[in-house]
Every structure is written in C-alpha cells, then in structure tokens.
C-alpha cells in the first residue's frame, strides 16, 4: 500500500544548528503536509505544498516539493529550542480521502 | 467551539470492557478523521467522514472498532472487547475540505489505557 517514509526519526542538534528531515511517497502525491507536535501536545498544521518544485518559508523554517512530487523536506536554520518537537509530513491517500502521516522526525535541542 | 474537543482526555479500561470516545469537530467542518498515535509513533489512520457520504473505513484494525458520525457533527469511536494493544492516543481532526487544501485541525486527544 502506500507509504510515506520519513528520515531521520530522531535527530539532536546544538542550539543555532540547521536541521533538516526528508519524507519520500511511495507514490506521487498530489500535495503533501507538514504538522509539528510538541511533547505532550498534538499535531498543528504547518504548511501545505502543492506545485511540483514549491518552496516555501516560514521565518526560519524552508519547505519544499520535489520535481516529481513523491518527496519533500523541511530545513531549519539556527535551531532554537522552541523547535523541538515531531515533524510530520503527509499526503493525500489513493483514495483521495485521508492524509497517510509519516512516521515523524523528532528533534531535540540543547543549548 | 474554538477547536476540535475530545472526551474524556483519558480512559483507564480492563481487557475485554468496551470504550466510548467523543469528537466534537470544528463547526461547519465537514469532514472528520480518527488517528490513533502509540506512543512515540506515527498517525495510524483508522476512519474518515465527509458530509453524508460512506465512511471510509479502510484504516479500521478489526472489527472492534466502529465508528458513527450523527448529525455531521459529534463522532464517537468505539472500541469492543479491548485489549492491552488497543493503549494509545486516540486523536479526532475536522477538516472544511475546501478545494484544494485540506488544513486538519486536531483535538488534544483520548489517551486510552488497557490494564
């Protein structure tokens, strides 16, 4: 069936460090999601990528939509501690009905 | 409301009783969804309504899991016959599906504990 993978699953990193997971479809998405959760929270919605190709910012936060749209990733620059938490992308299912979540990136940060 | 509200925010159940979960759904959102997130795992889909059309079920793990929507609005999940497996949290999320995007808006959760 299909699949989102996403790597890394755990990732620490010093304060003021870039950051960056990757998340790769099994299949072609028609657009893809990123949600953070943090601990003990649940997941909120980011951004969504549409175009094959997008990027996006967000103040420090750089998302983008591959060429052939089965993958995405999300970079961080210079950390801060408010960053840590679960990264999840997402896509639509073959149906058409449900978001298929990736596994998520943790993040942990010291400072 | 303001959010997505789920009850009750935690559930301690013995094997084999049966449990009750509620979603209340953003209001006018037409579309509802049923995660479950083990702990330190990924988003488990396991249902999903959209207006009146036939649920999608497809993510259902066995068929003690149901779930009903009345009204287009409050859904609830119910679990038969539990098992230690079944622990997790249990998240909603409501959707307004417009064209071309499909934000999801969680609610904070059931954490659903099997003894």
């Known amino acids: 069936g299909q699949q989102v993978m996403q790597i890394p699953q755990y990732q620490h990193v010093q304060e003021g460090e870039d950051f960056t997971t990757y998340c790769n479809s099994s299949?072609?998405?028609?657009?893809i999601q990123w949600y953070k959760q943090r601990p003990g929270g649940h997941p909120v919605f980011l951004i969504q990528l549409v175009k094959s190709g997008e990027v996006k910012k967000q103040k420090r936060l750089t998302f983008q939509f591959g060429e052939a749209k089965k993958n995405s990733s999300l970079h961080i620059t210079a950390t801060q501690t408010t960053d840590v938490g679960t990264y999840f992308c997402a896509g639509l299912n073959q149906a058409g009905t449900a978001l298929i979540f990736g596994k998520g990136t943790t993040l942990s940060v010291s400072s | 409301g303001a959010g997505v509200s789920q009850s009750p925010s935690n559930k301690v159940t013995e094997k084999g009783k049966d449990v009750e979960l509620r979603c209340d759904p953003i209001s006018g959102h037409t579309a509802l969804y049923w995660y479950r997130q083990s702990l330190g795992q990924g988003l488990e889909f396991l249902i999903y309504?959209?207006?009146?059309?036939?649920?999608?079920k497809s993510g259902l793990p066995s068929d003690r899991f149901s779930a009903e929507r009345t009204g287009g609005s409050v859904s609830t999940l119910t679990i038969q016959r539990t098992q230690q497996e079944d622990s997790a949290v249990y998240l909603c999320?409501?959707?307004?599906?417009?064209?071309?995007?499909?934000?999801?808006?969680f609610g904070p959760g059931t954490r659903l504990t099997v003894l």
């Open positions: 999320a409501s959707s307004s599906r417009r064209e071309g995007t499909d934000t999801q808006y």
């Open positions: 309504f959209q207006g009146n059309s036939a649920p999608d």
């Open positions: 299949t072609t998405l028609s657009n």
